[in-house]
């Protein structure tokens, strides 16, 4: 039986958090990720924390990260169980110090995410989701979260990528005629539909299965939907785990 303490989880997701916001708060300017640049320094320590207490209480199951290479298909493929781990999510929001970057941790069963915790250390609150539990959010306390239903058209909301807008996302944006847009960085995007203040969200341009593991089941779990580009449901540990276009959507 597959054993896991989630309360440990989110505690050693706050510990990275906090570790991830000392090197954050300092002042410090960078325009990309160089090696032991502060930007560097709050993923490498991000995840090696993050990864230890896996190593440590989920000795058995396997951890793909950002920070650590891609054990090739031939091996990942006989997994039944392993966790995704993206340490910091949002290297432009890290640089220009708004706030919207986030720790990832997803738990995937057969090529589906049954666990998802997104993790905003500058927002100080964590979004978490189990299979067939509902979707939370903890900010000073805890509370159930849910998409938005029955929503009119005039009134449908769409979160957009802060960096990374493409003409494809503007043009699903026109045929669903939504009119009304919040801009975000990294997973957060993915909250904003969890909890109702968005209900629309289109990438075409490419991500990978870390960026997206924990926040497709806490859309799920949410009342909400996560499609492929043929309308398929959202699947992990694929050949590659570059993902193709998505939908995200509350209704």
């Given at each position: 039986m597959l054993m896991y303490n989630l309360d440990t989880i989110l505690e050693t997701m706050r510990q990275a958090s906090q570790e991830i916001m000392n090197i954050y708060n300092q002042d410090f300017q960078i325009t990309q990720k160089a090696d032991n640049s502060p930007?560097?320094?709050?993923?490498?320590?991000?995840?090696?924390?993050?990864k230890e207490f896996l190593e440590e209480h989920t000795p058995k199951i396997p951890i793909i990260s950002e920070e650590d290479d891609i054990p090739d298909y031939s091996t990942r493929k006989k997994w039944k169980y392993f966790w995704l781990l993206d340490p910091l999510d949002g290297t432009k929001e890290f640089i220009d110090k708004n706030g919207q970057f986030t720790i990832n941790l997803a738990l995937i069963q057969d090529s589906t995410p049954i666990l998802g915790i997104i993790q905003a250390p500058a927002l100080d609150n964590v979004y978490w989701a189990e299979k067939g539990k509902g979707a939370f959010k903890r900010e000073k306390l805890t509370q159930k979260i849910q998409v938005r239903k029955n929503v009119s058209q005039k009134d449908l909301v769409a979160?957009?990528?802060?960096?990374?807008?493409?003409?494809?996302?503007k043009k699903m944006l026109e045929k669903y005629k939504i009119k009304q847009t919040i801009a975000m960085g990294s997973a957060l995007k993915f909250c904003l539909l969890a909890e109702g203040k968005a209900d629309f969200y289109y990438r075409f341009n490419p991500?990978?299965?870390?960026d997206t593991a924990a926040g497709q089941i806490l859309v799920e779990e949410a009342g909400g939907?996560?499609?492929?580009?043929?309308?398929?449901?959202?699947?992990?540990?694929?050949?590659?785990?570059?993902?193709?276009?998505?939908?995200c959507k509350s209704f």
């Open positions: 930007l560097t320094q709050a993923d490498q320590i991000s995840h090696q924390i993050i979160a957009i990528s802060r960096s990374h807008l493409a003409s494809e996302d991500t990978m299965e870390w939907v996560v499609l492929d580009e043929y309308g398929k449901t959202f699947n992990y540990n694929k050949t590659t785990l570059l993902n193709g276009s998505f939908l």
